[in-house]
């Protein structure tokens, strides 16, 4: 008796792992959970800009799932890990955050080729850095003449981010 239990739970095992098989969609077994490109961690592999009628755009490339981005206005921008000031001329600042993210590949060769620190003569953009890529957060910076009114939003295939900074409006300062 004890024998027929212990073959109808063997039998039973085949059964319920043939059944579980048979839900797999085919391929599914074959595919890996990653493409081969696609990154563990998000990459920022760029950074572009580009002039519109009435305002400017800053567009983040990034390679992977897009991570969360914060934006802040800061009063001046620093280099992350150093702590040193970015030599970018401007009197009002947008600090981007991507976390989780890195500018460089698992064996710690840059991915990024974007511009490391560059002036912009746009009407409200006026210049670009990368401040940061240092403990899975990369850091870019922009500098502006007049505070930056700006919106953020996401794109996708391929992910990147995108902020829109207004024109300043004629005769208007700081």
């Given at each position: 008796m004890l024998h027929r239990h212990t073959l109808a739970a063997v039998a039973a095992g085949i059964l319920l792992t043939a059944g579980i098989g048979a839900t797999i969609p085919a391929g599914a077994a074959d595919a890996p959970a990653l493409n081969a490109s696609t990154p563990a961690t998000a990459q920022v592999v760029n950074v572009r800009w580009g002039g519109h009628a009435t305002f400017d755009r800053l567009v983040i490339d990034v390679r992977g799932a897009l991570p969360p981005v914060t934006v802040h206005q800061v009063r001046s921008l620093h280099?992350?890990?150093s702590g040193n000031r970015v030599p970018l001329a401007g009197k009002h600042f947008l600090e981007i955050k991507l976390s989780p993210a890195t500018a460089h590949d698992d064996a710690g060769r840059s991915v990024y080729h974007g511009p490391r620190l560059l002036k912009?003569?746009?009407p409200a953009l006026k210049g670009v850095a990368l401040t940061g890529d240092f403990e899975g957060v990369v850091t870019i910076g922009a500098a502006f003449d007049t505070?930056?009114?700006f919106k953020t939003f996401r794109l996708h295939s391929p992910e990147r981010f995108v902020v829109d900074?207004?024109?300043p409006m004629a005769g208007c300062g700081a």
């Open positions: 280099y992350d890990g912009i003569s746009l505070k930056p009114d900074i207004a024109h």
